[in-house]
């Protein structure tokens, strides 16, 4: 027998009467009677239990710090913990069914490294005293970042090293990580309204990349985002049916809808693409100034942008230049133009059917889908010294490397895809064969998927992304290996059931 609550993102008004939305933050006090034989699980540690007769049990709990209604949570179980405290008494615990008891150990040990970590980054400890992390079977949410009350689906938790495979203890670590980066961002500060529910997804998916980083270094997760995240949320934002990461809700109803890659994967996107520009120490200074003036609060977009303005010492105008990646749906195509002594740089909004382009949309477009964009780029001549030049809303022009090709968007950091003449996805397609190593990993791959959806717009011909795959059979690295499967997948489907498959195949 067990009970689990689930009340993001309305539902706590079907449990008490309440003011349901995330900005009515509140104070609770909880009292739970439950059957012997089971553990009480709430928000805070307990503060007394009663016995009520032979078979029932009260618990009474701590009061919870200033929160939002949806983060409210009670597990009732049979389940069996296994725990660490911390030396300033902080206490973890990662509970199971007793037979999956076993299979907890990697959670607790991963999970003391991810908190550890975030105290120091952000400079501030959680304010709930306590962590419970319990593995439900069957939970529909998949995980839920409830504070002080982690809840998962057993199989985003449990990890048996004499069973699980690689993968399932890579999807474990970035699901525990994402739900304690929610401890600073969306419990300590939660954004205003739904419609910002990427400044909680967005955050919490670049930390959780950032804390992996850490903890994992050799598992260069900043390369696997891409295949994993950044390429597939560009081809569902390059439809006309995609929308702004910041979106008007309305409707309660229009909520869920925004439980979606847009809001944590292309949210993630833009953020690591500000971190880049503004350099990692500015962006975590901003992130704590962010915490501090805003702790048991809520912000809004406008609110961040100013934080990160005032933690870049007014270098940049950030609200200026990222809502023009948040407040419009899409992304640009950065061309570069042979102009014969240097390179011109032109940006256009990238559809995968061009043809849809100026078709009216749910939203007014306030930026007519042009971008503040630090395009930065490497060459042949200078292949390992990083260059950025800003594109802002029009062309810009860089000089012409005297000598073979020039690679842009280094990293694949910037949320654009990168459009060359014929001749330099040749010189880029001849460097890959003759030493691919020069060119990094990710943008390997960023290059196989870029090409890949040009020719699915009809920007390019097939037989120019094609050429740049011949180099792969001395590839080792399984990132671009990746975005040649998922480029791929696509012309498998449009050739499915036709003769020319064969040849495919």
Not at 101 to 119: H, N, V, W
Not at 435 to 447: Q, W
Not at 458 to 485: C, G, H, M
Request: hydrophobic share 45%.
């Amino acid at each position: 027998n067990l009970a689990v609550s689930q009340l993001q993102t309305m539902d706590a008004r079907s449990v008490f009467p309440c003011f349901d939305e995330p900005n009515f933050k509140a104070k609770f006090t909880l009292s739970i009677i439950y059957q012997t034989g089971y553990t009480a699980l709430t928000n805070m540690p307990p503060v007394s239990t009663t016995i009520l007769s032979s078979d029932w049990l009260q618990t009474d709990y701590q009061t919870t710090p200033v929160m939002s209604t949806y983060l409210l949570a009670i597990v009732v179980s049979d389940f069996k913990s296994r725990n660490y405290t911390f030396d300033n008494g902080y206490e973890l615990r990662i509970w199971a069914r007793p037979d999956a008891y076993s299979q907890t150990e990697y959670a607790l040990e991963f999970a003391k490294s991810c908190y550890g970590f975030f105290t120091d980054y952000f400079g501030t400890a959680d304010v709930v005293p306590k962590a419970d992390h319990v593995a439900v079977p069957d939970f529909s949410a998949g995980a839920m970042e409830n504070w002080g009350l982690v809840v998962y689906r057993e199989t985003a938790l449990l990890y048996d090293r004499h069973v699980s495979s690689s993968h399932n203890k890579y999807t474990v670590t970035f699901i525990v990580a994402h739900e304690i980066a929610h401890t600073w961002f969306g419990n300590i500060v939660t954004m205003q309204w739904w419609d910002d529910l990427w400044l909680n997804e967005g955050f919490a998916s670049l930390l959780m990349y950032v804390v992996m980083d850490s903890i994992y270094p050799h598992w260069n997760v900043f390369a696997i985002v891409i295949v994993d995240d950044i390429l597939p949320v560009m081809v569902e934002d390059a439809l006309t049916t995609s929308h702004p990461v910041s979106s008007k809700i309305d409707n309660p109803e229009e909520i869920p809808q925004h439980f979606d890659s847009i809001s944590y994967n292309k949210g993630m996107a833009v953020l690591r693409m500000m971190m880049d520009f503004a350099g990692s120490e500015k962006f975590r200074n901003g992130l704590r100034l962010y915490i501090e003036r805003y702790r048991f609060k809520n912000a809004d977009m406008a609110q961040l942008w100013a934080v990160f303005t005032e933690s870049f010492n007014h270098t940049y105008d950030v609200p200026k230049i990222m809502d023009t990646w948040t407040r419009q749906m899409g992304y640009p195509m950065v061309t570069v133009e042979d102009t014969g002594g240097q390179f011109v740089l032109h940006q256009k909004r990238f559809l995968l059917d061009p043809k849809m382009a100026g078709v009216e949309e749910k939203e007014v477009n306030p930026f007519g889908y042009k971008w503040y964009i630090p395009f930065t780029y490497i060459s042949q001549d200078f292949p390992n010294d990083k260059k950025t030049v800003w594109l802002n809303l029009a062309t810009a022009t860089i000089p012409k490397p005297v000598n073979g090709w020039l690679l842009g968007n280094y990293q694949v950091v910037g949320f654009f895809r990168v459009m060359y003449d014929r001749k330099m996805w040749g010189m880029l397609a001849d460097q890959l064969m003759r030493n691919h190593t020069v060119i990094p990993e990710a943008n390997r791959a960023g290059l196989i998927g870029d090409a890949f959806a040009f020719a699915r717009a009809n920007l390019l011909e097939y037989d120019v992304a094609l050429n740049l795959t011949r180099y792969l059979k001395k590839e080792l690295s399984y990132i671009p290996w990746q975005a040649f499967v998922h480029s791929i997948e696509f012309i498998k489907g449009m050739m499915a059931n036709r003769a020319a498959y064969v040849q495919l195949q």
